[in-house]
């Protein structure tokens, strides 16, 4: 399935971008009309995904914002509790999946309901969404598209799609300390631990937070 989004939405996940008609001549750099790192507004940002009070693992830096982390602001402490209001993804380079058999994706309940992918064709891909949806860069557009491809040990349709290139991106957390300060924490499962996530899991992390789980 894929969903080519509105104008709108386009100029808020692709900052920088231009229709430019024409394919990229090398698959692996970056595509015209594009620029590096991009920031997106992240998947699934409400409190069943990552919103809620979470603790810091170790000393972390607040930042200004996830574009700017030389601009620190605060730091957070071992076992400090922060609350997350929102998140956001950098792209930092994009993945790159060459098309093998040509495909057609359907979204249910939008106009436009296919956008068709022929053999040979070249996506880069910007963010994972949620449910198996992915951003996707096509021919001078934007696109929310079903994976067909191998991804995150998923093994993808056989035959349709050979992943030419992971992307590399980063999760920021837009955060408010126990003194107030808000800004952003990078999302490092090393070194941050969800306190609802881990209820969700039926473990309670006492008053020692991250020592909880050792």
């Known amino acids: ?17 231009t229709h430019t008609g024409s394919p990229e001549a090398d698959p692996l750099g970056v595509p015209e009309g594009l620029t590096f790192p991009m920031l997106l507004q992240a998947g699934c940002r409400n409190e069943k995904c990552m919103g809620g009070t979470w603790a810091a ?60 992918f022929s053999a040979g064709d070249t996506l ?15 021919r001078g ?3 929310r598209v079903v994976a067909f491809w191998p991804w995150s040990g998923q093994p993808g349709p056989t035959g349709l799609a050979e992943v030419l290139r992971e992307s590399v991106s980063e999760f920021w957390l837009r955060v408010e300390t126990q003194s107030g300060i808000r800004g952003w924490v990078l999302r490092d499962n090393e070194r941050i631990l969800d ?20």
């Open 124 to 138: 880069y891909v910007l963010d994972y969404r949620s449910e198996g949806r992915f951003n996707v860069w096509h």
């Open 57 to 116: 693992c170790d000393s972390l830096p607040v930042v200004q914002a996830p574009l700017r982390p030389e601009q620190v602001i605060a730091w957070l402490t071992r076992n400090e509790q922060f609350e997350v209001q929102d998140a956001n993804t950098v792209v930092v380079v994009p993945g790159v999946v060459l098309v093998t058999q040509d495909i057609r994706q359907g979204f249910f309940g939008t106009e436009g309901t296919e956008e068709p």
């Open 1 to 17: 399935m894929s969903h080519r989004l509105p104008a709108a939405a386009i100029l808020v996940l692709c900052f920088a971008c």
């Open 141 to 143: 557009g934007v696109f």
């Open 195 to 214: 306190l609802h996530a881990l209820w969700l899991r039926g473990r309670v992390a006492g008053p020692t937070g991250c020592d909880a789980i050792g």
